[in-house]
């Protein structure tokens, strides 16, 4: 609970931070000025004579806090518990609770997934909201703006790193527990492409690290479940939906 409580404790930092940088450029430059007179005059009237930037920028920030009347750390704290409550339910994104992301997915807090191609934000956000580390890989540079401005919206974004890359051309910096990984990812690669870049995300994933798989589609030929299921030999393999599986690795 107390690791917890000190990154609630950042986040809360933070908020307050970007509420109080909000604030400032929402109103005209003549407004921030006569905040700052009365920063200087506070501090006069406390003695404190010694008027750095520093400590007149923070006495600026306190006065604009008090504006705002942001709550407290206990009181963001406890609404931001509830929060991240709701967050964790598959059903606030859209998804059952038996959806094949659910099954695949039970990943222990701080794991390292990469998911790719997903055609909507819900897939990064619930598993972030879950504790997971996350990060996506996007053809499309907009396509990772909507992602992580997504997750800012909702307070996730620390967990969330975004790459805008052709996936033929990305390597995993670290090891994953997680690929999440959808047609959209691989129509842009032939057959040959598709084949390496699943061998190196399977190199990259720890042992009883999960694949979530489903078939992937470009142009007018197609690779079936049973095509895939062969790129997995080793793996424990369990068919979800009629296109899509999921692939354990062997733990050694």
Not at 134 to 142: A, F, W
Not at 152 to 178: D, F, N
């Amino acid at each position: 609970m107390a690791g917890v409580t000190r990154s609630l404790r950042h986040e809360y930092e933070c908020y307050v931070e970007q509420e109080i940088e909000n604030y400032k450029d929402s109103i005209p430059r003549s407004a921030i000025l006569r905040i700052g007179d009365e920063a200087v005059a506070a501090m006069r009237d406390s003695e404190q004579l010694l008027l750095g930037e520093v400590v007149l920028c923070a006495e600026v920030d306190r006065i604009i806090r008090g504006r705002l009347r942001l709550p407290s750390f206990t009181t963001w704290r406890r609404r931001r518990l509830k929060l991240l409550e709701l967050y964790r339910r598959p059903e606030h994104w859209g998804m059952a609770a038996d959806a094949p992301l659910v099954q695949a997915t039970t990943v222990a807090p701080n794991a390292n997934v990469l998911v790719v191609g997903t055609p909507d934000e819900a897939t990064t956000l619930y598993l972030t909201a879950n504790g997971c580390q996350i990060t996506t890989v996007e053809h499309d540079p907009d396509a990772v703006d909507r992602v992580l401005a997504a997750a800012g919206q909702v307070g996730l974004a620390s967990r969330v790193h975004g790459t805008s890359a052709p996936l033929e051309r990305w390597y995993p910096h670290e090891p994953l527990h997680c690929v999440v990984s959808t047609p959209a990812a691989f129509e842009r690669l032939s057959i040959e492409e598709r084949f390496r870049v699943i061998e190196i995300l399977k190199s990259a994933t720890l042992d009883g690290g999960v694949h979530l798989v489903r078939t992937l589609v470009a142009g007018q030929s197609a690779l079936s479940c049973e095509e895939l299921v062969q790129r997995y030999d080793g793996w424990a393999v369990s068919q979800l939906t009629q296109d899509s599986f999921i692939a354990r690795k062997a733990v050694a």
